[in-house]
């Protein structure tokens, strides 16, 4: 692809662009003293909170200007719109994983934080292989589209964290969003992976070997791992509350 490509230098511009939010992150969002002991991660997750805003409302409208690419996931020509939001996403991840990974290392190390090897995964895999050739071929951009659906999910799944460090779990706004959560994490990460993973079954005839390998993969892996975050997630925020609430009655 040449180097002047619009979508070359788009994802430039969110790897350059991203990269300045991170690290302009502490004026604009200063850290609450809970939060003060680790700062790099506030202002991760805030900058991730963005993206996850960003591309999640992008894929909707993307949907929404385009409605036949939801037809045909594999060749619809792709607008600009949508070519655009894949090449941002790419941008935005590669910065991520660059940074934000790589400060994290002794967080991956240990199997424990799942949502971060998660999104490692989806960074390194995902977004970098699976986008990367939709942006090359102009093919795929509604399949990444879709994918990208997730990020829904992610905006209050990131908004947890943040409320999390704030110290606001006792608040009515985290339990608000906690509901939120659940919703969409069953909405757009669960339903929409298992929509592709039965639509990538249904095409295998139109999708090259090695294609339908990478994303069969990436689906069989991140099915799982998100069934997994969704039980830790429902442990933590609704069967905590009713175990304590039971032993209270109790006392």
Known sequence: MDLLDPGVLIVGGSFAGFRVLNRELHRLIPAPSSALRNPWKWRNIWTSFIHSLLTGSWALLSFYLLPEMAEDLISTTPSRFSHSLVAVSIGSDLKYHNVIHISQSAWLKCAVKIIYTERL????????????ISLLLHRYVGFSVVALLVEINSIFLH???ILLMANLVKTITYRLNSLLNLGTYMIFRITTLAWMTRWLVLNRENIPLLTYTIGSVGLAIMTVMNIVLF???????????TRDQQKEKEK
């Open 121 to 132: 995964f989806e960074d390194t895999f995902s977004v970098i292989t699976c986008f990367g």
């Open 159 to 161: 908004m947890r964290q």
């Open 231 to 241: 039980y830790r997630l429902l442990r933590s925020d609704f069967l905590k509350s």
